[in-house]
């Protein structure tokens, strides 16, 4: 079993950055890890992903070019840099990874933005952007 824990989240003006950190409870070099979020009212959505070898990151279109997602630095973590933030970007950020292989490059896009290709979550740290 995987433990997830997401620090980092807080309140920022717009246009402003934030730097979200999950660390795992155990080995992850051959998870991928992926970064969702959820606003009130809205269902959880895909926000980046990067594969085990750190080398290929998806994301979402809304944050694309704003938002990088990356492994390395401390044992088991994975860093969401979030940077020009806007209020739009409000939500519950939860940080989720899965142990599973793809066959190909094509399938791995494919299903990446997918809540249920997931087997492991965190609790969640929240993020607030004011106008």
């Known amino acids: 079993q995987v433990q997830l824990v997401e620090s980092g989240g807080g309140l920022v003006q717009a246009g402003g950055s934030l730097r979200l950190a999950c660390s795992a409870s155990?080995?992850?070099?051959?998870?991928?890890m992926g970064w969702f979020r959820q606003a009130p009212g809205k269902e959880r959505e895909f926000v980046a992903a990067v594969r085990r070898t750190g080398s290929i990151q998806s994301y979402a279109d809304s944050v694309k070019g704003r938002f990088i997602i990356s492994r390395g630095g401390a044992k088991n973590t994975v860093h969401l840099q979030m940077n020009s933030l806007k209020p739009e970007d409000t939500a519950v950020y939860y940080c989720?990874?899965?142990?599973?292989?793809?066959?190909?490059?094509?399938?791995?896009?494919?299903?990446?933005?997918?809540?249920?290709?997931?087997?492991?979550w965190g609790q969640g740290t929240q993020v607030t952007v004011s106008t």
């Open positions: 155990s080995a992850f070099s051959t998870y991928t």
């Open positions: 989720a990874s899965n142990r599973r292989t793809y066959s190909s490059d094509s399938y791995y896009y494919s299903r990446i933005s997918s809540p249920a290709e997931y087997d492991y």
